[in-house]
């Protein structure tokens, strides 16, 4: 089992992500990734010192009745840290608030892929503006695909930034 202050590799966030077909499977498995990366930056930045007092101390914000267990809580202390930027941030909370208890039609998916991608160093050469003459299946697997590169490449960006060594 991989240590928890060690940051995930860019190839295991890959694969996971890879796994999952389904689009709403698929953000699922990504709010699930940045859960964790952002339980394990926190962690990692926090609790970096391996002596007992500093445990003792740490540890229990952790857990479940803790306040370190919120993860808008930990969005807020990294941000407050400097280690966290506003647009990755707002990144994180736009995925945690996202509700995908109900599958994701092409309009959600476009209306999604947009937010990300404005809030983002992460840039779509090509829009998301299906051409009319494709059929809907069609259109729904390429705005599919699109969503899932642009989520892809936010997790990716977020480990190295969360991670850095200039932190």
Known sequence: MKNINEPSCESEILETLEEHENINDFIQI?????????FKAVKYYLNNS????????????????GPLNDNSVQLKLLLGLGKLPYKWYCFCNLMFELDITTPLG????KNLFTKITNNSNVRSKV????LEDLPTKIKLSLSEAKLKSAVSLQLIELNKTLFSTKN
């Open 30 to 38: 990504a709010i699930h990734i940045l859960d964790s990366l952002i």
């Open 50 to 65: 391996q002596n007992y007092e500093t445990q003792f101390i740490v540890e229990p914000l952790f857990l479940n009745n």
């Open 106 to 109: 092409i309009d959600d998916i």
């Open 127 to 130: 829009k998301l503006n299906p």
